[in-house]
């Protein structure tokens, strides 16, 4: 997280970032375990792929590459720059304020 957010006296634009990090990490960390073939009946697995779905449920199946990988990385990847962009562009802009 930037340090801008943490020397804030604003903690809601510090929630803010720390959430949209959260989601990114959440996003990116499925990406990970499926291109590492990760095992799917693991329940931590298991969490973080349901938890993904939810998170990308806009964007999963924007994209229809041959490559089943490929479809993944585009639409989890991103769910996970917009919800970053998104989250500390409000921070940034609630620091201002």
């Avoid at 998104?86 to 940034?92: F, L, T, V």
């Amino acid at each position: 997280m930037s340090p801008r957010y943490r020397s804030s006296s604003n903690s809601a634009g510090t929630v803010v970032a720390v959430v949209a990090d959260i989601m990114a990490v959440i996003l990116g960390l499925w990406i990970l375990m499926y291109l590492l073939d990760a095992n799917r009946a693991n329940d931590l697995v298991q969490f973080v792929h349901r938890a993904a779905d939810w998170l990308a449920g806009w964007s999963r199946d924007l994209f229809t590459f041959n490559e089943a990988w490929a479809r993944v990385v585009a639409g989890y990847g991103l769910a996970a720059v917009v919800y970053l962009f998104i989250g500390h562009s409000i921070a940034h802009r609630m620091q201002r304020h």
